[in-house]
């Protein structure tokens, strides 16, 4: 079946630093998702991509859907303390509402004061 | 913006008896679905609940060990069988809705289950 991996599996930042993740397939994707998961809780979704090429920001997240369609980017900039948890991608090959997602591996944040 | 609920929260339950897990959706959706989600791991799709007819299992799941409801638009139910320790995760509602200027997937707290 479809994989996502994410890279990286985890990290340990200082706040006020930029935070780099990134998602990759073996096959392409027409709909990326990037969620966020706070321990105990469902995931919240930060941002939806649906165009190759797309760059789109929600705050100081911005992501990007690859031009390949096998990979997406998340770019946390100025890092906080509730910005610890684990962040998922999310794939969606067809547009149709029946078409599944596939997770990612997901990236674990972590900041330091 | 809709909201998705579930009940309960987290249970504890012994090995060979069964858990049924509410879902409630404050609007009618015509997507639901249910993962799993063990420990440290990410989000597996377990099957697509349909209003009306029976559920769209994924492979390596069956509905003998997780049968699934789905009375009307608003809600569903997922029920873990014959349970082991195996079976311990948190089980994830999911539904596409519009909220926050999308139509999306959304997803429920959860409810996390422990199998003694």
């Known amino acids: 079946g479809q994989q996502l991996n994410q890279s990286p599996q985890s990290m340990f930042i200082q706040e006020g630093e930029d935070v780099s993740m990134n998602c990759t397939s073996s096959s392409i994707f027409n709909t990326w998702l990037w969620y966020k998961q706070d321990p105990g809780e469902g995931p919240v979704l930060l941002i939806a991509l649906y165009k190759a090429g797309e760059l789109t920001s929600n705050g100081r997240l911005t992501a990007q859907f690859g031009i390949t369609r096998k990979d997406s980017f998340l770019n946390i900039s100025a890092s906080i303390p509730s910005d610890v948890g684990i962040y998922f991608c999310a794939g969606r090959e067809n547009t149709g509402t029946a078409s599944k997602l596939t997770f990612g591996t997901g990236t674990r944040l972590q900041v330091t004061l | 913006s809709a909201v998705i609920s579930q009940k309960p929260s987290r249970d504890i339950c012994q090995r060979g008896t069964s858990l049924t897990i509410q879902c409630q959706v404050d609007s009618q959706v015509t997507m639901m679905f249910w993962y799993r989600q063990q420990p440290g791991q990410s989000l597996t799709l377990i099957a697509t609940a349909n209003q009306g007819s029976e559920a769209t299992y994924e492979s390596g799941f069956v509905i003998d060990k997780f049968p699934i409801s789905r009375p009307n638009l608003t809600f569903s139910t997922l029920t873990v069988s014959n349970m082991s320790p195996e079976d311990s995760s948190i089980y994830l509602c999911?539904?596409?809705?519009?909220?926050?200027?999308?139509?999306?997937?959304?997803f429920g707290p959860g409810t996390r289950l422990t199998v003694l």
């Open positions: 999911s539904a596409r809705l519009r909220r926050e200027g999308w139509v999306e997937q959304f």
